[in-house]
């Protein structure tokens, strides 16, 4: 089966450094992608890590550790348009599981 | 940009009334999902097809949802008969088999009364 776990809720500060954690326990792993889903709207796809390590995309970077089952969503300069809830989701064989999202409020 | 089109946005209905949502998934994505999301039990899949084959719907009631996929530019999830615990959005994605994310559309809001 498969088990995601991330915190439910976060606060942080306009042009400050946020990190969401992911961890999981999965029967199967291809990868993991992060996606950001604003209230009323779809989620969108922000990162897609398969390798250990660190992937940096402009202000939002992932990184992952297959072996400890972690992954984090770094959010550097924080603007109020970051408010939204952040989804961890595990692949395997092509088919994603999601956590429960992280919902995170930017405050100025 | 190229994205997943889906009809209706909203949907209002009385229990027991057929329920059908299209997708268009983007050409040339070889694999589409679709996810049920509710406050309370977050994003859900409920199916998914690659290459228009049905490749899991275990997480679908199968006593009345079905999901099909006609054409490479159709996609449909189907409710009969509905009931309001279905009341919920209902997202379609699509995407390449390797690399890259998902697209989702913009869903369907589904309220059964």
């Known amino acids: 089966g498969q088990n995601i776990d991330q915190p439910t809720e976060m606060t942080a500060t306009e042009g400050a450094i946020v990190q969401i954690n992911c961890t999981y326990q999965?029967?199967?792993?291809?990868?993991l992608f992060w996606y950001q889903q604003h209230a009323g709207e779809a989620p969108t796809f922000l990162s897609y890590?398969?390798?250990?390590g660190l992937e940096e995309k402009g202000r939002f970077s992932s990184f992952l550790s297959r072996s400890k089952g972690y992954s984090y969503l770094l959010l550097k300069e924080l603007q109020m348009k970051d408010s939204a809830s952040y989804l961890c989701?595990?692949?395997?064989?092509?088919?994603?599981?999601f956590g429960d999202g992280t919902t995170l409020t930017v405050k100025p | 940009d190229a994205r997943v089109t889906q009809t209706p946005r909203d949907k209002v209905t009385e229990m027991g009334q057929e329920v059908t949502m299209r997708c268009q998934p983007i050409?040339?994505?070889?694999?589409v999902f679709w996810y049920r999301q509710t406050m309370m039990q977050g994003l859900e899949l409920l199916a998914y097809?690659?290459?228009?084959?049905?490749?899991?719907d275990s997480g679908m009631p199968k006593d009345r949802f079905s999901a099909e996929m006609p054409d490479a530019t159709l996609a449909t999830l189907k409710i009969q008969p509905s009931e309001p615990r279905d009341s919920a959005v209902y997202f379609c994605?699509?995407?390449?088999?390797?690399?890259?994310?998902?697209?989702f559309g913009s869903g369907t809001r589904l309220t059964v009364v």
């Open positions: 999965t029967s199967g792993f291809n990868g």
């Open positions: 989701a595990v692949t395997n064989a092509g088919k994603s599981t």
């Open positions: 994605a699509s995407g390449l088999v390797l690399g890259g994310g998902y697209t």
């Open positions: 890590n398969v390798l250990d």
């Open positions: 050409l040339g994505h070889n694999t």
């Open positions: 097809f690659r290459n228009r084959a049905p490749l899991d």
